[in-house]
């Protein structure tokens, strides 16, 4: 064969420009310099050891599946030029040369074991319990909203998870309604919160930083699935003391008259029955969520809305207009209800 041939030249060139735009595809689709894989909830930026080590294997697998991609289609085009049937040759079929299947048995057996050993290393380590010292953590979830228990500090608080860095967390999942599923992408894949059956997963926080790590529930739970949003904080450790400090308070008493008012409206008004506020020994209820320390969250309903007064406002008077199938209904308060609930949420620091 001489690759003076003008159809050897073409399989060779034709092959070359295939390969060269499949790799600039897969550069696309791939490159951390693109906004699309900076967004918030990208799984491409990990921010955990165990994120990391999902995005390892992830990494491992795109790359041995994109070399065979374009392997297979450079040579399924070189072939079809240089061997398709012209005037004066015929094309050719062979049978049964054991070399090659031997060659074409043993690639995929090994790309195979290439992709499947750290595979199964990584479910291995993910599957061990949480290291010694971990926080834990329960995440409870609700239709539609997250319920964050710390057990050993006492403290309860809904759809904003404060974690401290580079110390593990052990999160156990459990759900009081239906199937929901936990996931954080940049520090943890998703497990589900299954009813009457406890979960767990773990990761250790590797990067602390003042914007929060945006969350979902990942399986579909009913009408407000997409709204069932929550925020994970990372902060350094003495950060995190401090909000811990501050978690374990009970509220501090209205002084304020329109505050004032405010806490007998939220009585008056039902609140009570499905809220707690450690503090008011009025509220206790445990539908809906805690709001001992409402006021400083940064977002309200299940993290769907910044926590501005105007926002909390839109939020009591009409619940269900906002997060469709909402449990907290519609409650027909008065302007001056509003005013008075408003005032007395924002002093809930
Ligand atoms: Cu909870 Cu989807």
Same mark, same amino acid.
């Given at each position: 064969m001489s690759g003076s041939r003008p159809g050897g030249m073409i399989a060779i060139i034709a092959s070359l420009v295939v390969t060269g735009v499949v790799t600039f595809l897969i550069y696309l689709a791939f490159a951390e310099s693109l906004d699309a894989v900076r967004q918030p909830m990208t799984t491409f930026v990990p921010k955990s050891d165990n994120a990391e080590l999902v995005h390892g294997v992830y990494k491992l697998i795109f790359w041995l599946a994109g070399a065979v991609f374009v392997g297979i289609m450079a040579l399924t085009l070189a072939f079809s030029l240089v061997y398709r049937e012209r005037p004066g040759r015929e094309a050719r079929q062979f049978h049964g040369n054991s070399r090659l299947e031997v060659v074409w048995t043993l690639i995929p057996v090994l790309l195979v074991v290439a992709m499947a050993v750290p595979t199964f290393s990584a479910m291995s380590v993910l599957s061990k319990p949480a290291p010694q010292g971990a926080l834990q953590v329960v995440a409870v979830g609700h239709q539609w909203w997250w319920e964050f228990q710390y057990p050993e500090l006492g403290i309860t608080t809904a759809n904003e998870l404060h974690l401290p860095v580079n110390r593990p967390v052990n999160v156990t999942l459990r759900s009081v309604d239906v199937i929901h599923s936990f996931w $954080? =992408?940049?520090? &943890? +894949?998703?497990?589900?919160? $299954? =009813? +009457?059956?406890?979960?767990?997963?773990? *990761? &250790? =926080? &590797? /990067?602390?930083? =003042? /914007?929060?790590?945006?969350?979902?529930?990942? /399986? *579909?739970? +009913?009408?407000?699935?997409?709204?069932?949003r929550f925020r994970v904080f990372v902060s350094e450790t003495p950060a995190f003391e401090t909000w811990v400090k501050d978690a374990k308070t009970e509220r501090v008493a209205p002084s304020a008259d329109l505050a004032k008012a405010g806490e007998q409206q939220f009585t008056a008004s039902g609140c009570i029955a499905c809220h707690t506020i450690r503090g008011n020994p009025t509220a206790v209820g445990k539908i809906g969520p805690d709001l001992t320390h409402f006021a400083s969250r940064t977002t309200l309903a299940s993290a769907m809305m910044d926590r501005t007064p105007e926002n909390v406002r839109k939020w009591l008077h009409n619940p269900p207009a906002i997060k469709p199938g909402s449990l907290m209904p519609n409650l027909n308060l008065s302007p001056e209800a509003l005013d008075k609930l408003v005032a007395y949420l924002d002093g809930l620091k």
């Open positions: $954080v =992408p940049q520090l &943890t +894949g998703k497990i589900d919160n $299954v =009813p +009457g059956h406890d979960n767990h997963l773990w *990761f &250790t =926080p &590797t /990067e602390a930083r =003042p /914007e929060p790590y945006l969350a979902q529930c990942a /399986e *579909f739970c +009913g009408l407000s699935h997409a709204n069932m």
